[in-house]
C-alpha cells in the first residue's frame, strides 16, 4: 500500500513569506501529526489531526496552523517566516484505533529552508 | 526542558557485538516508551516498543529494557549490523488513552554507526 506522501520535498523560501506543505496519510487512516525536526531540539510536535479537527497541539507560535480535508489529507501553513523556522517538517499517520505510537508511520519529510 | 534525554549523541560498534542504546526520562507519567529508526532522507520507521508493566520487550534482534525505578531505558541490538546504521529516537508518551495527552515526546536521537 502506498505510504506517507509529503510534498513537496525540499522548499527554499524567504524570511517573511508564508508556505503551505502537504500531506497524504496511508490510506484508511484518518489521523495526522505534524513534527518539526531540527538538529538542536529533534522532533518537536506541532499538531494532529483527526476527522478535519485539531485535537492536540503543540507549543508553537501562532503562526503554525494546520488543517484536514475529508479525505484526511492534511496541510500545514507558517506564515511570516523566520529563519529559525528552517528544519524538516515530518508528517505522521495513524489509525485511531491503533494509536499507540507504534501506529505511527512517518512520511520523508519536506525540508524547509529560510534565507 | 528535556523531558526525553538521550546523552549520547553518537556510538560507534563492531559487526557482531552488541549496540546499547541508553534514553533516560524525567516524567514519571509516562509509560509508554518506543524506539524510532531514521535513516537520512526518510521519515522515522518504528521499531520496538514497551509499556510499563514490562520491563522487557524482545523482538528478534531487538530488546528493549525498562527500568521505571531509574526512570531509564535501553535498545539493546545484538548482532548488530551494517544496515542498522541509522539515528535511533526514543519516544515516550503518558497513558495510552489520555485523551489530548496524546502526543510523544521524543529524544534527540543516537547516531549508530557499526562498521564492518
Known amino acids: 500500500k502506498a505510504g506517507v506522501t509529503q510534498t513537496p520535498r525540499y522548499l527554499i523560501k524567504t524570511r517573511g513569506q508564508q508556505v503551505t506543505l502537504s500531506c497524504s496519510p496511508i490510506?484508511?487512516?484518518?489521523?495526522v501529526s505534524w513534527y518539526q525536526q531540527t538538529p538542536g531540539q529533534g522532533l518537536q510536535f506541532l499538531f494532529e489531526y483527526f476527522s478535519e479537527t485539531q485535537r492536540n497541539k503543540g507549543n508553537f507560535p501562532g503562526r503554525f496552523s494546520g488543517r484536514q480535508f475529508s479525505n484526511s489529507r492534511s496541510e500545514m501553513n507558517v506564515s511570516t517566516l523566520e529563519l529559525g523556522d528552517s528544519a524538516l517538517y515530518l508528517c505522521?499517520?495513524?489509525?485511531?484505533?491503533?494509536?499507540?505510537?507504534?501506529?505511527?508511520?512517518f512520511g520523508s519529510g519536506t525540508r524547509l529552508t529560510v534565507v | 526542558d528535556q523531558q526525553v534525554k538521550q546523552n549520547s549523541p553518537s556510538l560507534s560498534v563492531q559487526e557482531g557485538r552488541i549496540s546499547i542504546l541508553n534514553c533516560d526520562y524525567t516524567?514519571?507519567?509516562?509509560?509508554?516508551f518506543l524506539w524510532y529508526k531514521k535513516y537520512p532522507a526518510e521519515g522515522p520507521t518504528f521499531l520496538i516498543s514497551i509499556s510499563s508493566i514490562k520491563d522487557k520487550n524482545e523482538d528478534g534482534r531487538f530488546t528493549v529494557f525498562l527500568n521505571k525505578s531509574a526512570k531509564h531505558l535501553s535498545l539493546h541490538i545484538v548482532p548488530s549490523q551494517p544496515g542498522d546504521s541509522a539515528v535511533y529516537f526514543c519516544a515516550a508518551s503518558p497513558t495510552l488513552n489520555a485523551g489530548n495527552n496524546r502526543k510523544l515526546i521524543w529524544g534527540l536521537g543516537t547516531s549508530l554507526a557499526v562498521n564492518p
Open positions: 505522521a499517520s495513524s489509525r485511531e484505533s491503533t494509536w499507540s505510537g507504534d501506529g505511527y508511520t
Open positions: 516524567n514519571s507519567m509516562f509509560d509508554y
Open positions: 490510506s484508511g487512516h484518518r489521523s
